[in-house]
Nanobody, 122 residues
Framework: QVQLVESGGGLVQAGGSLRLSCAAS????????MGWFRQAPGKEREFVAR????????YYADSVKGRFTISRDNAKNTVYLRMNSLKPEDTAVYYC???????????????WGQGTQVTVSS
């Protein structure tokens, strides 16, 4: 049974930082590219960042480029999202997902976590 479990969300002031973690089990972690998405109330789930199987290639949405960093530790089956210079518009539920493709559409991802809430106050 595949499980992706996110953690690390919370309430932070604008300009602050958080690090999200996503621990994977029940799958061959190194067979999957990993991604982070977010969904704000009333909005569709949107792509944030993705990382290749080896961790050597990353890609970011323009809205987070230069502020967020995705990384992974294949020995721990975990992917991370370091978020700096947070803005109120970053407030959302953040989800990690796994994919064998290399896209940015949620439909291309096979497995999802339950999400972790990030709230940025102004």
């Amino acid at each position: 049974q595949v499980q992706l479990v996110e953690s690390g969300g919370g309430l932070v002031q604008a300009g602050g930082s958080l690090r999200l973690s996503c621990a994977a089990s029940g799958l061959t972690f190194t067979s999957y590219h990993m991604g982070w998405f977010r969904q704000a109330p009333g909005k569709e789930r949107e792509f944030v960042a993705r990382i290749s199987r080896s961790g050597g290639t990353t890609y970011y949405a323009d809205s987070v480029k230069g502020r967020f960093t995705i990384s992974r530790d294949n020995a721990k089956n975990t992917v991370y999202l370091r978020m700096n210079s947070l803005k109120p518009e970053d407030t959302a539920v953040y989800y990690c997902g796994s994919t064998t493709g290399w896209g940015t559409a949620p439909s291309e991802y096979d497995y999802w976590g339950q999400g972790t809430q990030v709230t940025v106050s102004s």
